[in-house]
């Protein structure tokens, strides 16, 4: 690359940098100061929403649920299975903490789910019991493994189906929570790890959006 060149190519990247800045600014519709706090706080939010594939399927009480109805609150969207041996549980462990935390008003526009990535071993029951160890208002949800994995890349948080014929198998997925708006929408992503303090500090004024 000759020196014109890399000039040229320096500029461009400044320029793709002040763009996406001035983009992140009007599409926060709240100023570059919340956008920033957001995003520290590890909140990705998209800047047009996606609709999600009104599924069907089961919750942790065995009755049918459609992903349409996830509607009306906010919801964190996690995507796990009750014999994860580290980041489920962490993570689980990490919502109740910040949901003990959070005034009831932000408690009230939020719900916590976790759509199994193991619905080989994964019933509603033992889904039911699991959560139950965290917080029993935490919803769980079961279907197929298609219909699972449709979601979960139609939401850009993929995992990789595990070969359930070994013993002990685990499956590989990733710490990132989806985030659907009360239209029911995907508005953006949580990343991992959780960042406690500065979520409780995010998530009021968040769920104040429509």
Known sequence: MTRTQKTVFILVAI????????VNRV????????????????????????????????DQDGQPVSL?????????????????????????????QIKSELPKETVDKLRIVLVSVDPNRDTPQQLKTYL?????QFVGLTA???SIQKLANAVSI????????????????????????PDGTQRGFIRAPL?????????PGLVERK
Do not use: E
């Open 195 to 203: 960042n406690n303090q500065k979520l409780i500090a995010q998530l």
């Open 68 to 96: 349409g109805s996830l509607k009306d609150k906010w919801t964190l969207l996690f995507f796990g299975y009750t014999f994860c041996p580290d980041i489920c549980p962490t993570t689980l462990a990490q919502l109740r």
């Open 158 to 181: 993929p995992f990789i189906p595990a070969d359930t014929s070994k013993p002990n198998y685990t499956v590989d997925h990733s710490g990132n929570l989806a985030l659907l708006g």
């Open 132 to 136: 139950g160890y965290f917080d029993k």
């Open 144 to 146: 197929p493994v298609d």
């Open 15 to 22: 320029v793709a940098v002040v763009l996406g800045l001035t």
């Open 27 to 58: 599409l926060s519709g709240k100023g570059q100061g919340d956008q920033t706090a957001l995003i520290d706080a590890g909140v990705i939010l998209l800047p047009q929403s996606r609709n999600v594939p009104d599924l069907k399927m089961v």
